[in-house]
């Protein structure tokens, strides 16, 4: 994608329908965005991945338990693509993360700009770009995990799935589970296509019960790619330390 289409990529993600997109979060602890990134940009984005230059560190799962595969962390500055999602899709995730909070009763609330928030992570010492890709092969996987890396956490946290399905790569699907108080833990296989974005929590979400609102814990991975290779742009949007 080209810097002269980002514009547009602006104006298609605030134009989402994103009282719907909160509706699935609060009812399924995921969002799926059909087609967020067009084929070719994926394409592209995927490879850079060999490009060290555009990364801060190089992490390979297995040496860390982590699973099987590896990825890549963004150094500053961001490729103009990963910089305005993460510009443009913060502020109405940002909405449903200050609904959130009123609903656990925390006492956090996230400015409406992203900027704002980053600011507040820098204060805090959390300098480092956390958007990633990540690349896997035949056999790989991503254990089950949060994305946190420090004292200030932004709730919500997008997947792009870069490569195609069925024809770049089998397996491999997109896992999340809930962790629900004195009850089993649910499991979500969420099905993407290229180019669609999953937005699920970083680390919990309220659920309505019997007796009201309570926290559950959230967790996600990847499944064993059987063939191909598969690459994913993560989106987080608070910065590490």
Not at 48 to 74: C, V, W
Not at 152 to 168: E, K, N, T, Y
Not at 179 to 196: A, C, I, N, T
Request: contains cysteine.
């Amino acid at each position: 994608m080209s810097t002269a289409l980002l514009p547009d990529l602006r104006a298609r993600i605030a134009a989402l329908d994103w009282e719907a997109l909160g509706a699935s979060l609060d009812a399924h602890g995921c969002a799926v965005v059909s087609g967020l990134l067009p084929a070719d940009a994926c394409a592209a984005l995927a490879a850079t991945y060999p490009d060290n230059a555009l990364f801060r560190s190089h992490i390979h799962m297995q040496r860390h338990g982590f699973g099987r595969g590896e990825y890549k962390y963004f150094a500053h500055p961001l490729p103009p693509l990963v910089a305005t999602l993460r510009d443009a899709l913060y502020p109405p995730l940002a909405a449903v993360a200050n609904r959130w909070s009123a609903a656990l009763r925390l006492d956090v609330q996230y400015p409406p700009d992203h900027a704002a928030f980053l600011a507040r992570c820098h204060e805090a010492g959390q300098v480092r770009p956390t958007p990633l890709l990540l690349t896997y092969g035949p056999d790989d996987y991503n254990c089950l995990h949060q994305d946190l890396y420090g004292e200030h956490v932004f709730p919500l946290q997008v997947a792009i799935l870069l490569s195609d399905p069925g024809r770049d790569f089998t397996g491999g699907e997109f896992v999340l589970t809930e962790q629900r108080p004195r009850m089993q833990s649910r499991v979500e296989v969420v099905p993407l296509g290229q180019g669609d974005g999953v937005i699920f929590p970083v680390h919990h979400r309220p659920m309505q019960g019997t007796r009201g609102i309570y926290r559950v814990t959230m967790r996600h991975g990847v499944s064993r790619l059987r063939s191909g290779k598969r690459h994913t742009l993560g989106v987080i949007f608070h910065d590490a330390t």
